[in-house]
């Protein structure tokens, strides 16, 4: 299994609200990110998990919370987004056994914040 | 942060017609990767090319890498319609695992 999978596909939530998204993969990666990715720029990196600890927060504000709960699993909790913070989630995974290796990438989360 | 530099922004093809876009980069590299995405999709790793290589083929792309101007160079032949996507480079900065992703170049392959 080479695929990592996200849910919802798709979100819209409240400023009020609160949402998790989640990302799953079973190829044994020790190494998973969450990105957001704003209409025609590139990935903006927000969280790197390495053997289900963060190494990695790329100063992300607190409304964004995330979590690994197990090697397989990687959530992102959302609390008091603002319409701002709409856009595409992307999650991502690689093997810990090479330095810059490839990174699979979910197919994202469409979130829209009114 | 964001290394990559990319040009050109937007490129308009044929079908059938050789696509290049390049890449800059700005510091030392272990490797220099190229990732494909649909509009609105995931990434899609395409190739990965590692400091002490210049040419790497992959079916019908071809990469190319100079580190002593520290650019790259992705080129497509033949291009089909299924070509059109936005092309990223993508450089390993340092040992943790991270990415950092060029602006991207948007490739349309008209029919």
């Known amino acids: 299994d080479t695929e990592v999978t996200q849910t919802p596909k798709h979100l819209v939530m409240g400023m009020t609200n609160k949402k998790s998204l989640k990302c799953e993969q079973h190829?044994?990666?020790?190494?998973m990110y969450w990105y957001k990715q704003k209409a025609k720029k590139p990935p903006e990196l927000m969280f790197v998990?390495?053997?289900?600890?963060?190494?990695i927060n790329e100063s992300v504000p607190s409304r964004f919370s995330p979590e690994c709960p197990n090697s397989s699993l990687l959530n992102l909790h959302l609390h008091a987004l603002q319409p701002e913070d709409s856009a595409l989630y992307l999650c991502?995974?690689?093997?810990?056994?090479?330095?810059?290796?490839?990174?699979?990438f979910g197919p994202g989360t469409r979130l829209t914040v009114l | 942060s964001q290394q990559g530099e990319e040009d050109p922004q937007a490129l308009s093809i044929q079908e059938g017609e050789n696509a290049t876009m390049n890449c800059s980069y700005k510091?030392?590299?272990?490797?220099l990767q190229w990732y494909r995405q649909n509009s609105g999709r995931g990434l899609v790793h395409l190739i990965l090319?590692?400091?002490?290589?210049r040419e790497k083929h992959s079916g019908r792309l071809r990469v190319t890498l100079d580190t002593s101007k520290k650019s790259s160079s992705l080129l497509i032949t033949a291009s089909r319609a299924a070509d059109t996507a936005s092309y990223f480079c993508?450089?390993?900065?340092?040992?943790?695992?991270?990415?950092?992703f060029g602006a991207g170049t948007t490739v349309t392959v008209r029919a």
């Open positions: 991502a995974s690689t093997y810990t056994g090479s330095i810059g290796g490839v990174q699979f």
């Open positions: 993508a450089t390993d900065l340092s040992n943790d695992y991270k990415l950092s």
């Open positions: 510091t030392s590299i272990n490797n």
């Open positions: 090319i590692r400091s002490n290589e």
């Open positions: 190829m044994g990666h020790r190494a």
């Open positions: 998990y390495s053997y289900e600890k963060l190494s």
